[in-house]
């Protein structure tokens, strides 16, 4: 896809067009640097809170401040040239009424320049959804196994089995007619997740649901093999990208300690260099 792209930036109604077409590539992104690569083959670029536990150690998402989302977003932004930037709304930023959520909505906007928002829920939260749609604030939804509500769930469970699966898929139907335009549909079984996509006319974006989803996405730690602290049955490891670092810091200070780093081409002479030397 990104070889073929073209110049202008990809939009939410673009996206939203993209229903039953050419699948929707999608990963998160929370630095420039790994923002600038996500934006070179991804058409969805998320800024996760995610990154509370694959950056800075956090236990689970619910202690994600909005500051840090919106440091993080900024960061995105400044990479992110032509897939759609979409950043989450984290836990205690939208769920106590529409207009706290509009507030702190409105506010990763107008400081992120981010094209949309992300926010987990289902039926209960069409009402909000319908409230910043209709304020000009696009929103991306959330069902199945929402993170942010673990501690309700018991744990990080598959949802939408058995009798559970008309809960996830009204959910699903009450966040479309809501005007989201696009979903995440995570950890939930292939089949409903197969179904959901048939049954609503926004694109689906699957995590650990079905290749049938109008759109997968991964966190980027797991699939480039940064984050190892666990490994959910849903991720496939593209690279092992943290066991490269650990080997290059291990020869790093392997050649500290026995006084081979810095070698003489790394040092600087006592004479000034020739006339067209600009090493520095």
């Not at 070179?40 to 509370?52: A, N, T, Y």
């Not at 209960?124 to 604030?137: D, S």
């Not at 409903?192 to 649901?209: N, R, S, V």
């Not at 810095?262 to 090493?279: C, I, L, R, Y």
């Amino acid at each position: 896809m990104s070889a073929t792209r073209e110049a202008s930036s990809i939009t939410v109604p673009g996206l939203r067009a993209r229903k039953g077409g050419e699948p929707i590539v999608c990963t998160t992104a929370y630095t420039t640097p790994m923002a600038e690569i996500a934006d070179r083959h991804c058409d969805l670029v998320l800024v996760g809170d995610s990154v509370g536990m694959v950056l800075h150690g956090l236990q689970s998402t619910t202690e994600v401040t909005l500051e840090m989302m919106i440091m993080h977003g900024k960061a995105a932004r400044r990479g992110v040239k032509q897939a759609l930037l979409v950043i989450d709304m984290p836990f205690g930023s939208y769920e106590e009424t529409p207009e706290q959520a509009f507030r702190n909505a409105s506010t990763i906007i107008r400081e992120t320049g981010a094209d949309a928002v992300k926010l987990e829920g289902g039926v209960h939260m069409a009402e909000t959804i319908a409230f910043l749609v209709h304020r000009g604030i696009p929103v991306m939804a959330h069902v199945g196994l929402t993170p942010q509500s673990v501690k309700v769930f018991g744990g990080y469970r598959p949802q939408g089995q058995g009798e559970d699966s008309r809960r996830v898929l009204e959910d699903a139907i009450a966040v479309t007619r809501a005007g989201a335009f696009s979903i995440v549909l995570e950890k939930i079984p292939a089949s409903l997740a197969d179904e959901i996509t048939g049954a609503i006319d926004i694109p689906t974006i699957g995590i650990g649901a079905s290749a049938g989803c109008d759109g997968q996405v991964l966190v980027i730690d797991d699939l480039l093999g940064m984050f190892t602290a666990f490994k959910p049955k849903f991720v496939k490891r593209y690279a092992t990208l943290g066991e490269a670092a650990d080997t290059a810091l291990a020869a790093y200070a392997r050649e500290v300690r026995d006084r081979s780093f810095p070698a003489p081409e790394h040092v600087f002479p006592d004479k000034t260099s020739p006339a067209g030397d600009h090493d520095t």
